[in-house]
Each structure stands twice: as C-alpha cells, then as structure tokens.
C-alpha cells in the first residue's frame, strides 16, 4: 500500500498560468481532502470530495481554484491564473468512511504539493 | 462550528525532560480529537486520537495525551522529549455536519527539543 501519493511535488508556474495537482488517496479510502499551509501558518481547510462528489468546499476561494474527484482517477485540485499569494503547500488528505470502525477517522496525508508563483 | 486552539507558537524543551504541548477546544457534542506532528517538508503523520473512552489516550512514539471534559484541552505529552521529537504539531478536532466530516486543523506549536 503506497500511502497517499501527490505529485508533483514541487511545481513552478508564472503568474497567470495553471496549476494542477493530482493525488491518489490510499487503496480503500473514498473520502479526500485538500489543505494548504502558508508560511508559518497553519493548515487551511479547502475542500472535502468523496468520489465524483464534493461534499464541502467552504474553504475554496470562490474563484479560480476548483477541484474533482472522478470515478477513476486521481483527485485534482485546479487552480487558474495563478497569482503570487497562491504559493504554498498544498496537502491532501484521504480517509475511510467517517463512522466509527477502528482505523476510520484518521487522515492520512500526502507529503504535499509545493507551488511557487514567479 | 468546531475548533482547536494552540496557544504556543514554540516550545522549547531540554532533552531528557518532560514535554507538553497544549490543545483546547470548543464542539458541540462530543469531540473528537487528534494530535499529528509534520517533520519538514513531509505531511502529517497522525499520533493519537480521543473518540470515547479512557481520558488518556496512548500513542505512537511514546506520546499520549490528556482529554480534560472541564477544561475542554487535549494536552500533547510526553514524559522525556528526544531530539528527534523536534517537529510542528497540530491538534485537530473533527466537525460534523448533516452527515459529513470536516478535520479543522489548529495553527500548530512548534517544538524544539535541545540536546
């Protein structure tokens, strides 16, 4: 079992363009989400997506940043016209069903995405 | 809505000495709790949790943590701190909402164990 995988680790755009991130969440999970974390600060919730589904996005900026979870595939977070304020780490999370089966309720995080903004 | 305070921004601890790292919180309902540390330039790896039970709650790594119903806190500790323990903590609590989860993170302490 490979964990949660992101990629690409570490992405550099200029401003203006697109970024996208991918992650695959551990074999078995169906519920991911997606994290950033400025600079000495920390994680901001963004979005919270079950398969081809999301179920929260109270934390996404309103635009330019949207994000899937397709029924194959890995989850992408999608983020246009990148400006400098949206260099961070990006972190994804997966996890089982939220009931109270042992092992259920725990995130487990990818080792992030970090963007950088020229 | 659910949230989890980290009062210290740092904590500096000498090697060999106990160490707590603090956590309140404010739910409705039951809480459910968690601790995750972050070594640099990784994701968070998960330490413990409280869902029910025993107020101490055993994790990896040595560490454990007091759930207080009266103080609402959810200490980090551990009885002798190792150098390799220097990491970013975060407490976390998770929101529920018409059936959904939400894992609302704290803004993490930072510790710093000196040999």
């Known amino acids: 079992n490979a964990g949660v995988m992101q990629n690409p680790r570490h992405l550099v755009r200029r401003r203006g363009q697109e970024a996208r991130l991918r992650c695959s969440p551990m074999k078995g999970h169906s519920h991911v989400y997606w994290y950033r974390q400025l600079p000495e600060e920390g994680l901001k919730f963004m979005v919270y997506l079950q398969k081809e589904n999301i179920i929260d996005e109270s934390g996404m900026p309103k635009e330019r940043f949207s994000a899937e979870f397709p029924k194959e595939g890995p989850s992408i977070l999608r983020i246009q016209q990148v400006v400098r304020g949206d260099s961070a780490a990006y972190f994804c999370?997966?996890?089982?069903?939220?009931?109270?089966?042992?092992?259920?309720?725990?995130?487990?995080f990818g080792a992030g995405s970090r963007l950088t903004v020229l | 809505a659910q949230s989890v305070a980290q009062p210290e921004d740092q904590v500096n601890v000498a090697e060999g000495n106990p160490l707590t790292v603090k956590c309140t919180y404010s739910v409705s309902g039951n809480p459910y709790l968690f601790w995750y540390v972050q070594y640099p330039n990784r994701g968070l790896q998960f330490l413990l949790k409280y869902i029910t039970g025993d107020n101490l709650v055993k994790g990896s790594y040595g560490f454990e943590a007091e759930f207080n119903k009266s103080q609402t806190s959810f200490h980090l500790k551990k009885p002798s701190a190792l150098v390799s323990d220097s990491a970013l903590y975060f407490c976390?609590?998770?929101?529920?909402?018409?059936?959904?989860?939400?894992?609302?993170f704290g803004t993490g302490t930072r510790l710093k164990v000196l040999a």
């Open positions: 999370a997966s996890s089982l069903t939220g009931t109270s089966i042992s092992g259920a309720n725990v995130l487990t």
């Open positions: 976390a609590v998770r929101e529920t909402r018409g059936g959904t989860y939400k894992y609302i």
